[in-house]
């Protein structure tokens, strides 16, 4: 963004900025589509969670709760 309100200021032209702008909002959102992608792969590797939506193992550590 610094690199673009530099720019903006040597060329003096708005549309340089609006166009360096929606480059970086496109490749922000890239970026999280593969990093959502790449946590939900390795979320699927551990065998231990249960799959979405289904109850979790009782752990072996924890007490039973009294009521």
Known sequence: MTIAA???VILGEVAM???LY???EGLEEYALLRTRRGL???L???PRLP???AAAPR???TRPSRP
Do not use: E, M, N, T
């Open 6 to 8: 530099v720019g903006v």
């Open 17 to 19: 900025l609006a166009f």
């Open 59 to 61: 752990s072996p550590w």
């Open 40 to 42: 939900r792969a390795l």
């Open 51 to 53: 799959p979405c939506g």
């Open 22 to 24: 929606s480059i970086s």
């Open 44 to 46: 699927a590797l551990d």
